[in-house]
C-alpha cells in the first residue's frame, strides 16, 4: 500500500486536512505544478479567508449538513488555528478576513504543513476504483493503493487553474448522486433589450436585487459582457433562470424628493452616466423632477424595481465557484464519509454546498476538512 490515506486535489480543503494529520499519514495527488493555486488567486490575491458573520444563511445547500462543521471548526476557530501558525489576517470590509499583503502568506503556511505528508505534483488522477478494501487510484502516470480516500478536487471553476469533473466522476462511481451543477459567483451576460449596459462598461453602482426570495445587497458593476460586482455574483447564486428585480436606488426615498426642482440626473444619488442611460432606455428627457407627467414618474420609479432576465452567466471560466455537486443527504455530515462507500470522503466544493461572497467557500472547504480530520484521527486510518 502505497500510503493509508489518498487526498484527490492539493487545494483549501485538501491543504487543511494534510496539516491537520499526524506526519506521514497521507499522499495528496495533484495535478498542477503547484498546491492550492486558487488560493494564490483569491480575494484579488489577498484571499478572503472567512467572515465574522457567519451561519448556514450564507450557504446554498442542506443547513444541517453545513451546521456541525461551521459549530466544530467556526471562524474564531479558523482564526485561532492561524494565529497558532503565525498568521494574523485583516479585518476588511467590516467582516471580511482577508491575509495583510498577499494570499501567499496562508499558503505558505499550508505548504510548511503539508510537507510532513507525501505530495505527488504533475499527476493528473484519471480513475478510481475498488477491490478487497482498497482504494486503486490511476493517474496521468501510475496507480496508488490506498484503504482510504479523501476527494478533495474541488468543482468546475476555473479550469486553467486545474479544475476538473474528476470528483464528481469519482462520486458517480461509488453510486452518488450528483445535483445539477452550475456556473455561480459569476457575472450575468445580458438579452438584447439591456444590451445598453455595456456602453456603462466600467462604471460601478449600489444596488439591491431581488433573485428567488433572496436580497443581494452592494455594488453592481456594468460590463463589456453584462453586469458584474458583489451584488451580482450573490445574485447568481440563487438564479435558476428567469426574472431578477434590481433596486438601482436602494437608500433613497421617491417620498423625500416629491415636488423637487432638480435635474433627474443631480437628483438621483447614482452615477450620472448610468441615469442618463436609463433616461434613454425608459425616453424620458432629463428635466426637472417637479415637471414629470404621473406616466413620465411611473417610469422613472421602475429603477426602484427594474426587472429582466438575464441571458446567462458568463461560464465556469469566470466563475468563482462551482453551485450544486455531490449530493449532502448521501454524505455523514459529522465525517465527511460517504454513506455509500466505506473509507471514502468528500470535502469543499465538490459537495452541493456552496457560500455567498465573503470568504464562505474557504471556510467551507476548511470547516469540512476538520470534521474528516476529526474522524480520521479517531479511526487512526493513518496508523
Ligand atoms: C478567482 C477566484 C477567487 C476566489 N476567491 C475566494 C475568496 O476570496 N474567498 C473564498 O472563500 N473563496 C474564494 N474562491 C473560492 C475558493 O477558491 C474555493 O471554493 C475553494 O478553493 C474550494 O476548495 P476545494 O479544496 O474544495 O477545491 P480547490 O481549492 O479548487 O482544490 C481542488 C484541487 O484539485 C485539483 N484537481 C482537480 N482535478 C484533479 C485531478 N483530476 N487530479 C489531480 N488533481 C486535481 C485542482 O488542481 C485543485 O488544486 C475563489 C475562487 C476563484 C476561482
Not at 254 to 280: C, D, E, H, N, Y
Request: glycine share 8%.
Amino acid at each position: 500500500m502505497d500510503n493509508q490515506i489518498i487526498i484527490i486535489g492539493g487545494g483549501a480543503s485538501a491543504l487543511m486536512l494534510a496539516s491537520l494529520l499526524p506526519k506521514q499519514t497521507v499522499t495528496i495527488i495533484e495535478s498542477n505544478a503547484k498546491l492550492g493555486a486558487k488560493i494564490l488567486v483569491s480575494g484579488g490575491g489577498k484571499c478572503n479567508i472567512t467572515n465574522t458573520e457567519m451561519g448556514t444563511e450564507y450557504y446554498l445547500g442542506d443547513a444541517d449538513f453545513v451546521a456541525p462543521s461551521l459549530k466544530a471548526f467556526s471562524e474564531k476557530s479558523l482564526l485561532k488555528w492561524l494565529e497558532r501558525q503565525g498568521l494574523n489576517p485583516e479585518l476588511r470590509k467590516e467582516t471580511q478576513y482577508f491575509c495583510r499583503d498577499s494570499a501567499k502568506e496562508l499558503l505558505d503556511i499550508f505548504i510548511k504543513e503539508a510537507k510532513k505528508q507525501k505530495i505527488v505534483l504533475n499527476e493528473e488522477v484519471l480513475s478510481v476504483s475498488k477491490r478487497d478494501d482498497i482504494f486503486y487510484v490511476k493517474t496521468s502516470k501510475k496507480t496508488y493503493t490506498s484503504s482510504a480516500m479523501v476527494v478533495a478536487s474541488g468543482g468546475l471553476s476555473f479550469p486553467k487553474l486545474g479544475a476538473s469533473s474528476i470528483g464528481y466522476e469519482i462520486a458517480e462511481y461509488f453510486g452518488h448522486n450528483i445535483v445539477k451543477t452550475a456556473p455561480a459567483l459569476v457575472g450575468f451576460t445580458v438579452q438584447k433589450e439591456q444590451f445598453f449596459f455595456k456602453a456603462l462598461s466600467g462604471v460601478s453602482t449600489d444596488v439591491s436585487i431581488k433573485v428567488a426570495e433572496q436580497e443581494c445587497k452592494g455594488a453592481l458593476l456594468f460590463a463589456h459582457k453584462g453586469m458584474s460586482g458583489p451584488a451580482v455574483l450573490d445574485a447568481s447564486l440563487y438564479w435558476e433562470k428567469g426574472r431578477i428585480e434590481i433596486d438601482f436606488l436602494p437608500d433613497f426615498s421617491w417620498k423625500g424628493v416629491q415636488g423637487s426642482k432638480k435635474q433627474i440626473s443631480s437628483l438621483l444619488p447614482m452615477p450620472k452616466r448610468v441615469t442618463k442611460a436609463f433616461l434613454i432606455e425608459l425616453e424620458l428627457e432629463d428635466k426637472p423632477y417637479n415637471t414629470l407627467t404621473k406616466s413620465e414618474l411611473e417610469k422613472l420609479h421602475t429603477l426602484s424595481h427594474y426587472s429582466f432576465a438575464p441571458a446567462g452567466t458568463f461560464g465556469y471560466s469566470k466563475a468563482e465557484v462551482t453551485k450544486g455537486g455531490v449530493d449532502t443527504s448521501e454524505v455523514d455530515n459529522i465525517t465527511m464519509m460517504s454513506k455509500e462507500e466505506k473509507g471514502l470522503y468528500l470535502l469543499g466544493e465538490v459537495l452541493d454546498v456552496t457560500g455567498r461572497l465573503g470568504g464562505y467557500n474557504f471556510q467551507w472547504a476548511f470547516a469540512s476538512a476538520y470534521s474528516c480530520a476529526k474522524h480520521i484521527k479517531g479511526k487512526n486510518h493513518g496508523k
